[in-house]
Nanobody, 121 residues
Framework: QVQLVESGGGLVQAGGSLRLSCAAS????????VAWFRQAPGKEREFVAT??????YYSDSVKGRFTISRDNSKNTVYLQISSLKPEDTAVYYC????????????????WGQGTQVTVSS
């Protein structure tokens, strides 16, 4: 069993930056596929980025502005979000799966509680 806890969200002006963290419990987390999704009010939860042994992958809407990374010594995955836009406002969720996974949220077995990111214009 893996537990995920996100942190780092907040209120930021357009153009600003934040670093979100996803701290995981459990062994062998370094081998897990870990992803970030986000959900804006009234919208579906959407894929943002994922990190797995084959590399890092991003949605087109965040490519070049967001960076996903992991520190296996701390069992933590980060999402550095920069050049923020009001449309990036959402609850950001961390998700994990022991096997390889992609952009489909239904592939992921473990989820955090989310952290709110609000971007003001």
């Amino acid at each position: 069993q893996v537990q995920l806890v996100e942190s780092g969200g907040g209120l930021v002006q357009a153009g600003g930056s934040l670093r979100l963290s996803c701290a995981a419990s459990g062994r062998a987390f370094s081998s897990y596929t870990v992803a970030w999704f986000r959900q804006a009010p009234g919208k579906e939860r959407e894929f943002v980025a994922t990190t797995r042994w084959t590399g890092e992958y991003y949605s087109d809407s965040v490519k070049g502005r967001f960076t996903i990374s992991r520190d296996n010594s701390k069992n933590t995955v980060y999402l550095q979000i920069s050049s923020l836009k009001p449309e990036d406002t959402a609850v950001y969720y961390c998700a994990a799966r022991q096997e390889i996974a992609g952009r489909n949220r239904y592939d992921y077995d473990y989820w955090g509680q989310g952290t709110q990111v609000t971007v003001s214009s």
